[in-house]
């Protein structure tokens, strides 16, 4: 049975550290979309060759999971934990936030040197009351891990992160249900994706333009979120493009937020803070 369109959000835009950024979660029409409470989309950005090293400075979070995807260019990653890593063009970071951890991020010292483009999306999915509190974790997650699955010939390609995505498992290892998956679809998309029976289910789209269900358009910046009455979509290619496509169970938790800290009361954002002041969520200098 097909799934019916809930609604198509389209993004407003702000900026992040050195990024332009189109948010379409959260917008006014939709607040949340358990369990995903955030997407970021940053770019394309040009960055010239021998410009100074712009990153977005050490910053905490707790409660959630922050998850880059990598689209083109390079990104470089340093956190309280020790990590320091760089994802490329279709390569992911999982963190797992749990009790704190402090981190930055940025364009790589060798796209500054060179130039280039830089896009990627940064997505908060939200950790179960009973994982707040975890010891936090970061997974670098390389293209080489990553399984394709394609349909109608490669018209429509999905590089499965999490979850299981038309038999295909990813590899990030999740704290409940979650299923991310890096699209690309061209000219000759004409067809179902069946077996999408998540409770939650959305498409976020990068760029290019699809056809939902032979009657929405969904296009750049905007995210399409499907009601709970079906388990097959019609996707019909416009114009090539790239999309994100997010599935899960929600939560069902209060959600208390303020800033990069993501509980479920008043009480445990302030001890955040606090934690986060007395430096119990670890340090990072750049």
């Given at each position: 049975?097909?799934?019916?369109?809930?609604?198509?959000?389209?993004?407003l835009h702000t900026g992040v550290g050195p990024l332009r950024v189109a948010q379409p979660l959260p917008v006014h029409a939709?607040?949340?979309?358990?369990?995903?409470?955030?997407?970021?989309?940053?770019?394309?950005?040009?960055?010239?060759?021998?410009?100074?090293?712009?990153?977005?400075?050490?910053?905490?979070?707790?409660?959630?999971?922050?998850?880059?995807?990598?689209?083109?260019?390079?990104v470089h990653h340093k956190d309280s934990l020790g990590n320091d890593?760089?994802?490329?063009?279709?390569?992911?970071?999982?963190?797992?936030?749990?009790?704190?951890?402090?981190?930055?991020?940025?364009?790589?010292?060798?796209?500054?040197?060179?130039?280039?483009?830089?896009?990627?999306?940064?997505?908060?999915?939200?950790?179960?009351?009973?994982?707040?509190?975890?010891?936090?974790?970061?997974?670098?997650?390389?293209?080489?891990?990553?399984?394709?699955?394609?349909?109608?010939?490669?018209?429509?390609?999905?590089?499965?992160?999490?979850?299981?995505?038309?038999?295909?498992?990813?590899?990030?290892?999740?704290?409940?249900?979650?299923?991310?998956?890096?699209?690309?679809?061209?000219?000759?998309?004409?067809?179902?994706?069946?077996?999408?029976?998540?409770?939650?289910?959305?498409?976020?789209?990068?760029?290019?333009?699809?056809?939902?269900?032979?009657?929405?358009?969904?296009?750049?910046?905007?995210?399409?979120?499907?009601?709970?009455?079906?388990?097959?979509?019609?996707?019909?290619?416009?114009?090539?493009?790239?999309?994100?496509?997010?599935?899960?169970?929600?939560?069902?938790?209060?959600?208390?937020?303020?800033?990069?800290?993501?509980?479920?009361?008043?009480?445990?954002?302030?001890?955040?803070?606090?934690?986060?002041?007395?430096?119990?969520?670890?340090?990072?200098?750049?």
């Amino acid at each position: 049975m097909q799934r019916s369109v809930r609604i198509i959000a389209s993004s407003l835009h702000t900026g992040v550290g050195p990024l332009r950024v189109a948010q379409p979660l959260p917008v006014h029409a939709l607040r949340h979309l358990d369990p995903f409470i955030l997407l970021h989309h940053a770019g394309p950005q040009t960055f010239d060759a021998h410009g100074e090293v712009h990153r977005i400075d050490p910053h905490p979070h707790r409660g959630f999971e922050p998850v880059t995807f990598v689209y083109r260019g390079s990104v470089h990653h340093k956190d309280s934990l020790g990590n320091d890593g760089t994802i490329q063009a279709g390569e992911v970071q999982w963190i797992t936030s749990g009790s704190g951890i402090i981190h930055s991020e940025g364009p790589t010292a060798e796209l500054q040197q060179s130039g280039g483009e830089i896009e990627l999306i940064q997505l908060w999915v939200n950790l179960p009351a009973r994982d707040k509190m975890m010891t936090p974790r970061y997974q670098e997650l390389h293209a080489s891990t990553i399984p394709t699955v394609s349909l109608y010939g490669d018209a429509l390609n999905f590089a499965v992160v999490s979850g299981e995505l038309l038999g295909v498992q990813g590899p990030a290892e999740t704290r409940s249900k979650v299923i991310t998956a890096m699209g690309r679809f061209t000219a000759g998309l004409n067809g179902q994706v069946s077996s999408l029976d998540s409770s939650t289910l959305a498409i976020y789209v990068l760029n290019g333009s699809l056809i939902i269900n032979g009657e929405h358009r969904v296009e750049r910046h905007q995210l399409v979120a499907f009601n709970n009455d079906g388990d097959t979509i019609e996707l019909r290619c416009e114009q090539p493009g790239d999309m994100l496509l997010l599935a899960g169970e929600p939560l069902n938790e209060p959600i208390a937020q303020y800033g990069p800290f993501v509980m479920n009361t008043e009480e445990e954002l302030q001890q955040a803070v606090e934690d986060y002041r007395n430096g119990l969520m670890g340090s990072l200098d750049s």
